[in-house]
């Protein structure tokens, strides 16, 4: 991604030792929040250079920007964990004094950095934002740990990236996750999606705005009901094919069960509109005005 682009021009291959005064009280803070996953390595304080992702001033740690705020973001970072079934993915904030970490990574070897910039910047449109890019990242996860999802496969990225956006939208809708409204997650959606994305591996395209919006809105329709990762991908592609890439569509009319058969009424009568998003009949101010 472009900012991850930018990122890289800024690494300098250094390593210096940062004070560690505030070792114990992130360590208590870890303990607050359950996160004995984190290996040692992971743990707090530590480090100054992290990684070639980051400048060479930047930090890791558990904390971002207060109590309040890290108490926030690691609660839904457990329950987007839980709404999927899934452990609780190791979770840890990059800091950086020169406006650099505008990105969040998530990590085939199971944990996630999410950087400061992006987390005030994202909160700064309302506190859904940050966490729909957590639960984007942990969409990533999701695919990470089970090989046969995404069941689309393509040349680049956006499959992937596409079903991140879905997995995101559908959390941020169920009553067991955020449980938001529309109006109350659209313009936070815009923020997180139409920035880019904010993953390191540069496997490149991420799908257009429109693509994202609409992959977006479609998982937020899909939070209408309870799927597990693997049920949630099949439907996701299922409709995703149908009116995204109808000149590609090579689906079997698949054998659809009782309960997803009211599904495709439900989302048959979106249809008209995921199309209008994908095509950009639907700008991105009707994007955040839908309801
Ligand atoms: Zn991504």
């Known amino acids: 991604m472009i900012n991850y682009l930018k990122l890289s021009l800024l690494i300098v291959i250094s390593f210096f030792v940062t004070s560690c005064q505030q070792e114990e009280d992130l360590a208590n803070l870890e303990k607050q929040n359950?996160?004995?996953?984190?290996?040692?390595?992971?743990?707090?304080?530590?480090?100054?250079?992290?990684d070639n992702n980051w400048g060479p001033n930047a930090f890791r740690n558990n904390f971002i920007?207060?109590?309040?705020?890290?108490?926030?973001?690691?609660?839904?970072?457990?329950r987007i964990a839980s709404v999927f079934g899934i452990s609780t993915v190791p979770l840890s904030?990059?800091?950086?004094?020169?406006?650099?970490?505008?990105?969040?990574l998530s990590f085939g070897s199971g944990r996630i950095d999410f950087g400061e910039d992006i987390y005030r910047q994202a909160f700064a449109k309302g506190a859904i934002a940050p966490v729909a890019i957590l639960a984007h990242e942990i969409g990533h996860q999701l695919q990470f740990r089970d090989?046969?999802?995404?069941?689309?496969?393509?040349?680049?990225?956006?499959?992937m990236e596409l079903e991140a956006d879905g997995y995101a939208?559908?959390?941020?809708?169920?009553?067991?996750?955020?449980?938001?409204?529309?109006?109350?997650?659209?313009?936070a959606f815009a923020f997180a999606f139409d920035i880019g994305d904010f993953n390191t591996s540069s496997r490149g395209h991420h799908g257009t705005p429109r693509q994202r919006r609409s992959a977006?809105?479609?998982?937020?329709?899909?939070?209408?009901?309870?799927?597990?990762?693997?049920?949630?991908?099949?439907?996701?592609?299922?409709?995703?094919?149908?009116?995204?890439?109808?000149?590609?569509?090579?689906?079997?009319?698949?054998?659809?069960?009782?309960?997803?058969?009211?599904?495709?009424?439900?989302?048959?009568?979106?249809?008209?509109?995921?199309?209008?998003?994908?095509?950009?009949?639907?700008?991105?101010?009707?994007?955040?005005?839908?309801?």
């Open 34 to 50: 359950g996160l004995e996953q984190l290996s040692e390595k992971d743990f707090a304080c530590v480090y100054s250079f992290v």
């Open 65 to 78: 920007i207060n109590q309040s705020h890290t108490n926030f973001i690691y609660a839904h970072n457990r």
């Open 93 to 104: 904030f990059i800091h950086d004094n020169s406006g650099t970490t505008f990105n969040a």
């Open 147 to 159: 090989n046969s999802i995404p069941t689309r496969r393509e040349s680049t990225a956006r499959a």
């Open 169 to 187: 939208g559908y959390y941020v809708r169920r009553p067991n996750g955020y449980n938001a409204t529309w109006t109350q997650a659209g313009p």
């Open 216 to 291: 977006t809105r479609l998982g937020w329709y899909l939070g209408a009901y309870d799927l597990t990762p693997k049920s949630f991908d099949s439907n996701f592609f299922y409709y995703y094919n149908q009116y995204v890439l109808p000149g590609n569509l090579k689906l079997a009319k698949k054998k659809r069960t009782v309960k997803e058969a009211e599904m495709d009424a439900f989302i048959e009568s979106k249809l008209d509109e995921l199309v209008k998003l994908n095509t950009g009949e639907l700008s991105a101010d009707d994007f955040i005005n839908l309801d």
